[in-house]
């Protein structure tokens, strides 16, 4: 009997695995109900692990050929470097990092892994080259370990430990009566948006991934979270080839490279601070955003104090 039940649970532990991590990534790219049809090539091969760069080739792509949501986008992430884009709601941040997921093929130009085509790797070795820090983390009904540990289900209770402590999870898990077999979710501890970001970035670490996409929340928060928020993603994405999709720009001040996409289109491109001094889109959603802190019109949100 015993014989049985260890493959049947393990089955049984594998299948929940699965199913939450696509639940995570559905969710974060709001795909949930939407159809694809990727397939591998029949050529296609391993991307070979290691430092990464990736190239957005004058990519242009719509969902529905009536509607077109991305014209010639074109820039790089150099290996170890961050790019951040910005832009209005709905002017295509999100689709970039669909694309290179690769959720969707491109229909105009390429998009590049360390000049591999992303039509010409297989989807299992792309995506384990490629970790999310999603939007709103989804939280398993199990313990803080389980959440941290299916990051990558192999790894050992160091390793776990280690993720938890370089995402500066640590004290938190510490002054938990139960620490790491604290059970957390929907019927468990409530962690505060903040707490569940770090699990997230606990999670990317620990699968170690080359290239990370940073999906930043789009809740207005104050200034101090903010703060945290920049520490956060400038900790998740060290020696990694990042691609923040920010809402608020004080979060990316530091960025090697902003992209400002408009209604689909890079409209001006550069670092915090000389796009500031060109007066221009960038110029003015920093603005805003400064008025609207000053002014306290963005609820704010208290959720990562400590
Ligand atoms: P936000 O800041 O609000 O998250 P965004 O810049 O990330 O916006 P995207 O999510 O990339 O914007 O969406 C770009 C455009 O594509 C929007 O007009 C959106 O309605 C459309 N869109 C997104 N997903 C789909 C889909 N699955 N099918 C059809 N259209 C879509």
Known sequence: MIQLYIPLNFLGVLYREIRQ???????????MHTHREIADAPDAH???AGPASVRFESVSFAYDAK???????????????TVAVVGHSGSGKSTLARLLYRFYDVQGGALRINGHDLRSLTQDSL?????????????????LYYNIHYGRPG??????????????????IRQLPEGYETR???RGLKLSGGEKQRVAIARALLKNPAILIFDEATSALDSRTEKAIQAQIELAAEGRTA???????????????IIVLDKGRI???????????QGGAYAQMWLLQQQEEEAGSTPTDRDDEH
Do not use: K, Y
């Open 67 to 81: 509607r077109p949501i991305l014209f010639d986008v074109d820039f790089d992430i150099p290996a170890g470097s």
């Open 184 to 186: 957390v979710g929907e």
């Open 155 to 172: 790894a050992s209770r160091e390793e776990v430990e280690a993720a938890a402590r370089a995402a500066q999870l640590e004290d938190f």
């Open 46 to 48: 391993t991307l070979p």
């Open 267 to 277: 409209v001006e491109r550069g670092r915090h601070a000389p796009l500031l001094a």
């Open 21 to 31: 991590s696509l639940t995570d990534i559905e969710r974060m790219f709001g795909l």
């Open 243 to 257: 691609l923040v999709i920010a809402h608020r720009l004080s979060t990316i001040m530091n960025a090697d490279e």
């Open 127 to 143: 995506r384990a080259a490629i970790g999310i820090v999603p939007q709103d983390t989804v939280l398993f009904n199990d313990t």
